[in-house]
């Protein structure tokens, strides 16, 4: 074997004959006395230098040396070592985007966001600018509703909306999805291309939105659309903007709910240059880099209906809005509503207002300002108020639930109370309102001939128009009936009719001036009534007041 030819060739063993020689590599069997040695090799020595003993081959090139600056090894200044550079071999590495700090693959340090061997793992995702979900109803063509979803911000679960959006078949529903994402790798200023990078590319190189329509846990329908003609051959390092819309073939129900995801991925690819020929290079197919996904979700559920009071579905024996006793004199009022519900979005506050109610023509109707009130959190079910003035009173409480946009479905109940801690019935003393005795025949207060037991004969009336009054429940019509709430309320949420004690309705109480109860008592004595010192207990009341 010669020696020029990448062996480190012979050399003559110590006591051998002087005389002979291990020439260029070869050995003369012809001569046993002359015992030619095989010299040290040098790892990856390509060429070396004719070696005179055991310990001094000299490498002339390394493998793979193209020539100034394309070299796979280094020959060390000793010419007895070939150390590995970074390059295009795959038992080196081309650690990019990244740097060989000293040009050898354990000094690879790879760029920011970039990680393992030969820095192709990207370790940050993309970033979004602009994310914006929007779910639309269309009618005739035209935009009727529109719920928005922001997705922007990075957020550890999806962002949920609920929406007060009521679809029907006269109307389309569609989910709209706007996202802007960017990834750029670092600056070739920053970390220039080495001799054996052929090209590189990095950036997004897939988006796409994800969809599906839930009606409770089962998929209605589903599917995927994606954005873009980029991928890992043909990444987009700058911004990329997507709008997808799709429109439901299937009319969402009360409690559907649609979900999307959108996703943008990064990577990209290298591509190396090979110098395996002894001469000029080849290009290696791309290599790729395994990237980040960045998602986004939201989701959208249909809430169409207001929240509901457990007593209206004979769930619960809760009081809608309890306010104590319809008449009473004590301001102090303690206010209760315990039993509302709402199944999909929940409740998200409750609203108490209490107004004074003033005549207007025959009705009452509420003042313009709430005398108190307050939005109070959905576990806050009752409220305490002071009333300070004599009047009747309407409580209004309205219950909103988390749907959107805006405000709300909500629904409003109401209950009213007498507060009268001062006036008292009253008796006319002008003698314009006389209270007397109808009788026959009339005029006289002494009776002869009045109805026996049998019932013949005429029976004795007294009367009393205006006699007996209360002055500021006739007024300020107290007793009145409460005119209907614009818009009104909903059927169950009110009382329409009901009288006090039990209770304070629309209803008008029927009255006399004010006065709502008349009792009589009569006694007869045969001696002129000179006997009756004192009413028997007897008491009636009167009966058709008007």
């Not at 108490?352 to 109070?376: C, I, K, M, N, S």
């Not at 309407?394 to 629904?411: A, H, M």
């Not at 003698?431 to 005029?443: C, F, L, R």
Request: hydrophobic share 25%; proline share 7%.
């Amino acid at each position: 074997v010669r020696c020029d030819t990448g062996h480190p060739g012979y050399y003559l063993a110590p006591g051998s004959d002087t005389r002979y020689l291990c020439y260029g590599g070869y050995r003369y069997p012809k001569y046993p006395s002359a015992t030619c040695t095989r010299c040290r090799s040098i790892s990856n020595c390509e060429t070396y230098s004719q070696c005179t003993g055991p310990s001094n081959s000299r490498c002339t090139k390394c493998q793979y040396d193209r020539g100034p600056g394309q070299k796979a090894y280094q020959l060390s200044s000793s010419r007895t070592s070939c150390t590995q550079l970074c390059s295009w071999r795959r038992d080196s590495k081309f650690c990019y985007p990244g740097m060989c700090e000293d040009n050898t693959p354990s000094s690879c340090r790879c760029a920011p966001g970039f990680s393992e061997d030969n820095c192709l793992t990207i370790d940050t995702g993309p970033v979004m600018h602009y994310c914006l979900g929007k779910l639309k109803r269309i009618v005739n063509g035209a935009e009727a509703d529109t719920v928005e979803a922001p997705c922007t911000d990075d957020v550890a679960s999806s962002f949920f909306s609920y929406t007060k959006m009521r679809p029907d078949v006269n109307s389309q529903v569609q989910l709209q999805a706007t996202w802007e994402t960017r990834f750029h790798g670092p600056s070739q200023t920053e970390y220039p291309r080495p001799y054996y990078i052929y090209s590189h590319s990095i950036g997004l190189i897939s988006a796409s939105m994800d969809w599906r329509h839930m009606r409770g846990n089962t998929r209605i329908r589903s599917g995927t659309i994606p954005c873009g003609s980029i991928n890992a051959d043909n990444p987009k390092s700058s911004m990329h903007s997507c709008t997808k819309t799709v429109t439901m073939t299937d009319t969402p129900q009360p409690g559907d709910s649609l979900y999307f995801t959108l996703k943008s991925l990064n990577g990209g690819y290298v591509r190396i240059k090979n110098y395996d020929r002894s001469s000029g290079y080849t290009v290696n197919p791309p290599v790729y880099f395994s990237g980040q996904e960045l998602t986004r979700s939201a989701q959208f559920t249909f809430d169409p209906d207001p929240p509901y009071h457990c007593s209206v579905l004979s769930r619960c024996t809760y009081s809608i809005l309890d306010r104590g006793s319809a008449v009473t004199r004590n301001g102090h009022i303690t206010l209760r509503w315990p039993g509302w519900q709402d199944d999909v979005s929940g409740i998200v506050e409750y609203e108490y207002e209490v107004f004074l109610l003033v005549p207007h023509g025959e009705e009452l109707q509420e003042r313009d300002t709430a005398v108190t009130g307050a939005q109070v959190e959905p576990s806050v079910t009752e409220a305490h108020i002071a009333l300070n003035e004599t009047g009747v009173y309407s409580i209004v409480l309205t219950v909103e639930d988390s749907s959107g946009p805006d405000d709300g479905n909500f629904i409003i109940a109401r209950r009213f109370l007498i507060f009268d801690n001062s006036s008292t019935a009253e008796v006319d003393t002008s003698g314009k309102y006389p209270m007397w005795i109808d009788a026959v025949p009339s005029g006289f207060s002494w009776q002869t001939h009045l109805q026996d037991s049998p019932g013949n004969r005429a029976k004795v009336r007294v009367k009393w128009p205006g006699h007996f009054y209360n002055k500021l429940h006739r007024d300020m019509k107290f007793l009145n009936l409460i005119k209907e709430r614009q818009p009104p309320i909903q059927a169950g949420y009110e009382e329409l009719t009901g009288l006090p004690p039990a209770t304070r309705s629309r209803e008008a109480i029927p009255n006399a001036n004010g006065t709502v109860m008349f009792q009589t008592d009569w006694a007869v004595d045969h001696r002129g009534g000179r006997t009756l010192t004192n009413p028997p207990g007897n008491w009636a009341d009167v009966t058709n007041i008007r």
